[in-house]
């Protein structure tokens, strides 16, 4: 099966280029050269060393080597709590009145965060109200009484009202106390951190360690506004804080994607700002993901860790409008401008996996097998880059490099001609078969019947006009590709059993003549 394939594709192959004159295209294949140089091994085994050490290096800091899992949402919880040297802080510049604003409002943490009830994953600081108010309802209509065909009212919308506005002074000081833990499936069991000390079954799970980053990218040249190690995180237990204390202004810090701090009194970027209006007036948002991610090399979960990673959202604004009923009938609206935060968790954590490790390793490297004749075992390549730069340096770069070049590459001879060759071959060998089956059976020649003709090189043309037992007979096939005519008909064959006929060129001659073996009778005169 195999030979007959190989010869169907080498004629169809020779075919095609005859027909469409096709001798051009080749194939490119690689052969392992050994060019005995010192300088070029030298430079190959620098790039094999330096690229070994950047797998190595990007392996281990970015944990490629651990099995990893998308934390599982565990508890953000926020408290919002007022400076205690709040009453000494002096007054800030932006509380000087203007045609827009009255002044400031000096609240404490439970009226700037709204609703202040414990928030899961986001709070809202007021930074800036507009206070208004209906007026006593008249005609007997009383606000907080659902509407009724008897004597049901409407209030007038809020942004119909005369408004006062403040700004809330010393915002930036108040503090924030952020506690979450995080959850984890892994090979080894079940996860469960947080910012305290945590017990899951019978293992201890120490207190996560955490940065507060700057610069919005998260990376590790990220300068870092706030850290709780272990020593900070023992003196907070110590003080019955369960999370980590930030200041607002210390979040604005980190919130300024540009290098800088984010500034409330800097104009905003909203779409609906008026013109010169601050951060401070439109509100603004805050997205801060909490980042989780551990690296170690032995154990499951000794080395967890977390960053916060905020960025303020350009072109945002934020407001919310609390309404508040009063015991005359009327309602007080405090239309609430500030900072929207919302926190998420992310990440990814993970153990220890030797099969992940050595995907990472294998993926960064590119394993060969080179047998040489001069030296036994394997030959390991990293990163096949190693040996296209020593190739482009060797054939381009150094002194020697059309020596170099003449070494590495080889021209074949043209195939397509071997093709040709070796059909030439098969012919002539076809050829030769039967003149040797002539010298083994020798033929001797005869005279073709009065109504044959015999035309020099050409077919020789036989005619069957009368039938033989009643049948007519087609003449002997011819082959022009062998110059070779076929056996009679299988009916005449079975008349006359030993006639063959044959008809070569005879040499030195350009006539086709026709021989039978001599002990057989002649065919009728019909057949020819």
Known sequence: MSLLCASALNLNVGMFDEKFGIHEYSYQSFKVVNIKDRRLGLLFLSFEIAIAVYVLWNIFSNGLYLQKTVPITGSIRISFQTPTNYKSLATPSYCTPTSTIAGCLFLNAEQIAYPYAGQEGEIFLTTRVSIS?????????????????????????????????????????????IDHSVRGQVASGLLLQATVPTTVGKDSNPAMQGKLL????????????????????????????????????????????????VNLDANSSSVTAKTGESLRSTGSIISVPIVY???QTTGAWNDLKYTYVPASVDGEEYKIIERIPQADGSITYWNRHGVQIILTQSGEIGEFNFLTFLSSLVGGTVVVNVVEEQRDGFGLALLHV??????????????????????????????SDIRQELKEIKQRRKFNS????????????????????????????????APLNGTSYAPPTYDPATNVYGNPPQQLQQHYPATVVYAYPPPGTQ?????????????????Y
């Open 386 to 415: 190693a040996t296209t730069i020593t190739d482009i340096v060797m054939v381009r770069c150094l002194p020697h490099a059309a020596l170099y070049k003449e070494s590495k590459y080889e021209e074949t001879e043209d195939f």
């Open 511 to 527: 006539q086709n003549v026709l021989y039978q073996q001599p002990q057989a009778p002649p065919p009728p005169a019909s057949y």
């Open 434 to 465: 039967h003149q040797a089956e002539e010298q083994v059976n020798p033929l001797t020649p005869t005279t073709p019947a009065a109504n044959g003709k015999v035309q020099p090189s050409a077919p020789m043309e036989v005619q069957s006009s």
């Open 293 to 295: 991610t551990n690296r």
């Open 133 to 177: 108010n209906t007026g006593v309802p008249t005609g007997g209509c009383n606000y907080a009484t659902p509407a009724t065909a008897a004597y049901g009212c409407t209030p007038p919308p809020a942004n119909t009202l005369n408004q006062t506005t403040y700004y809330v002074a010393n915002v930036e000081a108040f503090t924030l106390m």
């Open 214 to 261: 700057g610069g919005c990218s998260g990376s590790s040249s990220a300068p870092v506004v706030l850290e709780w190690n272990s020593t900070t995180r023992a003196s907070a237990l110590a003080a019955g804080l369960p999370g980590d204390v930030i200041t607002f202004g210390q979040l604005l810090t980190a919130s300024g994607c540009s290098g800088a701090a």
